[in-house]
């Protein structure tokens, strides 16, 4: 059973940065194609980046320029470089997986709260 564990949420304010890292229990991770998602009070979940296996990335309209999403493959981890961060980036951001070994597979972690003050 694969684990995602995210950390790196907290309180920062408007223009500043934070790091989100979500580290991946289990042996799909360098096979997985890796993502974050958030999920604003009231709103829909929503993505925000993601990166195949190969290190393809892409991101959401609302964050290019901003989020960078980088993986190492050594540490079974996957980043979110958040930068000039806005109020409507306040969140809860998840990690996610998605893998295929006969059958397609997901998983989420638990969420890592940010919360950026104007």
């Known amino acids: 059973q694969v684990q995602l564990v995210e950390s790196g949420g907290g309180l920062v304010q408007a223009g500043g940065s934070l790091r989100l890292s979500c580290a991946a229990s289990?042996?799909?991770?360098?096979?997985?194609?890796m993502g974050w998602y958030r999920q604003a009070p009231g709103k829909q979940r929503e993505l925000v980046a993601t990166?195949?296996?190969?290190?393809?990335?892409n991101c959401a309209d609302a964050v290019k320029g901003r989020f960078t999403i980088s993986r190492d493959n050594a540490k079974n981890t996957v980043y979110l470089q958040m930068n000039s961060l806005k109020p409507e980036d306040t969140a809860v951001y998840y990690c996610?997986?998605?893998?295929?070994?006969?059958?397609?597979?997901?998983?989420w972690g638990q969420g890592t709260q940010v919360t950026v003050s104007s």
């Open positions: 289990g042996s799909i991770f360098r096979i997985a194609t």
């Open positions: 996610y997986a998605r893998w295929a070994l006969g059958a397609l597979y997901n998983a």
């Open positions: 990166i195949t296996s190969g290190g393809s990335t």
